[in-house]
């Protein structure tokens, strides 16, 4: 395997709300309608409160996009949503709950809670879980990894089954911050997403085997300060991921990694 940096600018429309700041947005794609979701802050002029909302957009043309839409429930941080079956599902945190849970439905409608402390530190004594991937197989059964920020810092694989009312966990043994996963197969999966070693951060891409949670290292990409949140885009045997990091001056600046060779990993 290999990989290059790419370095490609278009502009085609500026998406923004007035007065509001928009969070850390991600695509999703149902088949037919491509939608981007972000976390809404805003604070009241007048009395300076805070409130938070989950937004969604969509386009059918990649050129133009809808206004925003509301969606989800307020002050709870629905990360990112995956389509299975034409249904959105996807985890919501909340910092001070200390807790994940999972949501279904649409995001040009309603999501709707599904099941509370899917990982919470109440249930499972695992402190503060929070960003998070979910992938489906063709059967419905759901593999997920979520990044936590409290006690060992360990990221955990989940899995479950429809309805998905009952996860089941595994510690993966190191931080992963915006994680996100393709799968190669049945048994192994990508996963991008930040490394942190107590002193470092870097983003990283691993290979892992579900059944025993191992994480191998296959890259270490250009990276460093402030980085991560990579997207991933796989066409036949090479992997596209965007990324975003501060390592040259300080500066933050998004790149594209070309990695060619997935083939090669004969999983």
Known sequence: ???SLLSKEKHYQHLQVPDTDLRDPKFSFDGEVLYLTTYAKRKCPTTGRVSTDMLSFHTTTGMSWSGPHSFGKPSWWLWNITFFNQTAYGFAYNRGKNRIDLYAGHPNKQMDLVTDHALSLATHQLGYPNESHILFSQNGSATAVVRRDA???SAMLGESSPPYTSWTWK??????GGPVMYALSETHY?????????EVSTTKIWL????TAQLSVLFTLP?????SYPGM???GDTLYLSYYSSHIDESTRVYLAEISGLNALHC
């Open 151 to 153: 006690d060992s810092y």
């Open 223 to 227: 990276s460093g300060g402030d980085n």
């Open 171 to 176: 510690d993966l043994g190191c931080y992963i």
């Open 233 to 235: 885009v796989i066409d």
């Open 1 to 3: 395997m290999k990989y």
């Open 190 to 198: 990508l996963v991008a997403g930040r490394d942190w070693d107590g």
């Open 208 to 211: 892992l085997e579900k059944e």
